[in-house]
């Protein structure tokens, strides 16, 4: 692939706006990126999506879409104040190779707020293709039907509410606090038997991880030794995700099963 000597700026995405409500149906939320930019020596572009804390919250759900030829999902970092599993928060997320849901619910809705104003929610590592051609879509999806449950907290409809959009080009202060964290990959990917994990972060190479299925379903859970895992041999052929977790650090990518 061609580096374009473009790629040390900032990338220029169109973006669509999507707000969701708590379950009361409170003040409307603001999703906005305020920073994209892409990374010629590795030809990766860092997609930070922050929240505007206008009201108390339940939950928060969103659907992100993109345009699979041009962008591969790479890695998908939740942030850690919604991150810890035996917390306040617990965060669900469903991958394909085009769609991204997630919602974060307070364990103790309507008494905890775990959505501090002016926060990172999550972050997104995209890989460009071959057919990227220096411009593409990432959209938020207002119009997804799937809400998420859970045993202790409500279940969330999304609303569609008006806001405000910042594009790549309007850079905030809040660039600043955006976590730089070192993506990973798996080795093989497709996996039959046995994967390996490929990272800087050497944290991450014994941490415990679970697999979902594309619905959201937990389908197993482990640990990682010296950055190896196998794969049940049960499991079906089919698209999964894995997600690994260290201290409050929680980092999900694609793990794809064919044999």
Not at 132 to 160: M, Q
Not at 190 to 216: C, I
């Amino acid at each position: 692939m061609t580096i374009m000597p473009t790629f040390k700026k900032i990338l220029s995405l169109s973006l669509i706006l999507i707000v969701v409500t708590s379950v009361s149906f409170l003040k409307a939320q603001r999703l906005w990126i305020p920073n994209i930019e892409t990374h010629a020596e590795n030809t990766t572009v860092e997609v930070p999506i922050y929240i505007t804390v206008t009201d108390s919250l339940s939950s928060v759900q969103l659907s992100v879409l993109w345009d699979s030829e041009q962008l591969v999902l790479d890695t998908l970092i939740f942030a850690p104040h919604l991150t810890n599993l035996d917390g306040a928060t617990t965060m669900y997320s469903v991958l394909s190779e085009q769609e991204m849901r997630a919602v974060a619910v307070s364990s103790q809705a309507g008494e905890t707020d775990p959505f501090a104003p002016d926060s990172l929610l999550l972050t997104m590592h995209f890989r460009l293709t071959d057919k990227f051609t220096g411009d593409a879509d990432i959209i938020f999806n207002p119009e997804f039907s799937t809400f998420f449950a859970h045993h202790d907290a409500y279940r969330v409809d999304p609303e569609l509410q008006g806001g405000n959009i910042s594009t790549a080009g309007n850079t905030t202060a809040l660039e600043a606090n955006v976590s730089q964290t070192n993506s990973i990959s798996l080795f093989p990917n497709p996996v039959s038997e046995t994967f390996m994990l490929r990272t800087e972060e050497t944290s991450l190479r014994n941490a415990k991880y679970q697999l979902t299925d594309t619905a959201g379903k937990l389908v197993n859970h482990g640990k990682l030794v010296n950055g190896q895992g196998d794969v049940p041999d049960h499991f079906p052929d089919g698209t999964y995700v894995l997600t690994l977790f260290s201290g409050k650090n929680r980092i999900s990518t694609q793990i794809i099963i064919q044999r």
